[in-house]
């Protein structure tokens, strides 16, 4: 049976993982689920659902951290099942690792815990798909040390993700020469986040900023460096997301700009 990163990768273009940053609920996770896989089917584009069922990583203790756990994985399991789309998800601790690998396809290591081997060991040993994010301090070559902790449990069933670097005090950048060199050093695919990349974090009044007006910028870039996959976080009105609002993509918005991307691959693999 093929991993699930050999069915995403499996054909010409790139594969998108999307969805909301986190799940607030079963009728928006729905909406937004629905709404991806119907552009993605008729634009021939592989397609993963992904939301967060909860959110470790937060700048304030009064932000939103989630619905609660089983709440919202039986969620994602459930657009997961109807969609027939694998379904991606994070995780922070080693005990959330066999938890939710019994919802998801897919168990994401956050950049900032991409160093943390019983973490990296955990997610392997389940044997489900591990996407494993790019510390934003993290030269891209290096990232082969944190698959290699994966592939120790035997599982070869790995992504990586670019999602850009620090750069001072409040912003990130993207340096898409790390999209070929984490492709020769870690032997996965490699996806690029579109929108983390555009965060500004570590603002004044605790809400992380972002530059969504340049996600177009930063996916045209991706899809022309040749990265395997896009990750992408939507939501229909962000302005009211309870997470990552100021970097996420409006809903929208995102059928035109896929097409912009798909027909950009299509000229560059015509070559």
Not at 15 to 44: H, N, Q, T, W, Y
Not at 197 to 226: K, M
Request: aromatic share 6%; charged share 25%.
């Amino acid at each position: 049976m093929s991993s699930t990163f050999n069915r995403l990768t499996d054909g010409p273009g790139f594969f998108l993982i999307a969805g909301p940053c986190v799940i607030e609920g079963e009728e928006m996770a729905f909406e937004i689920g629905r709404r991806i896989k119907d552009i993605c089917s008729r634009l021939g584009i592989r397609f993963a659902f992904k939301g967060s069922y909860r959110k470790a990583n937060r700048s304030r203790l009064d932000s939103f951290t989630g619905i609660g756990d089983i709440e919202a994985l039986t969620i994602l399991s459930a657009v997961g099942k109807e969609l027939d789309v694998p379904v991606v998800t994070d995780i922070h601790l080693p005990a959330e690792a066999a938890m939710a690998a019994d919802f998801v396809d897919i168990l994401q290591i956050p950049a900032f815990l991409c160093r943390q081997t019983d973490l990296l060991i955990a997610a392997g040993r389940t044997g489900k798909a591990v996407n494993i994010k790019k510390g934003q301090f993290l030269a891209p070559e290096s990232m082969r040390f944190a698959v290699d902790k994966v592939r120790s449990c035997g599982n070869e069933d790995i992504a990586v993700t670019e999602r850009g670097t620090t750069f001072g005090y409040g912003d990130l950048v993207v340096d898409f020469r790390g999209v070929p060199e984490m492709q020769q050093a870690c032997k996965t695919p490699v996806i690029v986040d579109c929108t983390h990349s555009l965060q500004q974090p570590n603002t004044a009044g605790g809400v992380t900023g972002g530059r969504p007006e340049l996600i177009e910028t930063i996916a045209r870039a991706a899809v022309a460096t040749g990265a395997d996959g896009l990750f992408m976080e939507t939501h229909p009105h962000p302005e009211i997301a309870k997470s990552d609002g100021a970097n996420m993509l409006r809903l929208d918005l995102l059928e035109p700009l896929l097409e912009r991307l798909a027909a950009i691959r299509r000229t560059i693999e015509s070559f």
